[in-house]
Nanobody, 114 residues
């Protein structure tokens, strides 16, 4: 059974930082590219960042220079380091496999507010 479990969300003030983690099980993690997505109320789910099997990264323009995606194949985990957070970053954040098959996590809430 494939599971992607996100963690690390929470409430943070503008300008603050959070580190999200997505732990995968039931898949041979190292052969999957991975992505982080987010969805705010009333908006479509949008791509935040992706990382290939060789750790090539890609970012949405809205998060470039602030967010960093990384992976640890030994821990079957992909991370999203989020710095300089803004209120518009408030959303539910999801991880997803990016190739071979589409698997989604359940999401973790990130709220940026003073």
């Amino acid at each position: 059974q494939v599971q992607l479990v996100e963690s690390g969300g929470g409430l943070v003030q503008p300008g603050g930082s959070l580190r999200l983690a997505c732990a995968a099980s039931g898949i041979f993690f190292r052969i999957y590219a991975m992505g982080w997505y987010r969805q705010s109320p009333g908006k479509q789910r949008e791509l935040v960042a992706t990382i290939s099997t060789s750790s090539y990264t890609n970012y949405a323009d809205s998060v470039k220079g602030r967010f960093t995606i990384s992976r640890d194949n030994a821990k079957n985990t992909v991370y999203l380091q989020m710095n300089s957070l803004k209120p518009e970053d408030t959303a539910v954040y999801y991880c997803k496999t990016e190739n071979r098959a589409d698997y989604w996590g359940q999401g973790t809430q990130v709220t940026v507010s003073s």
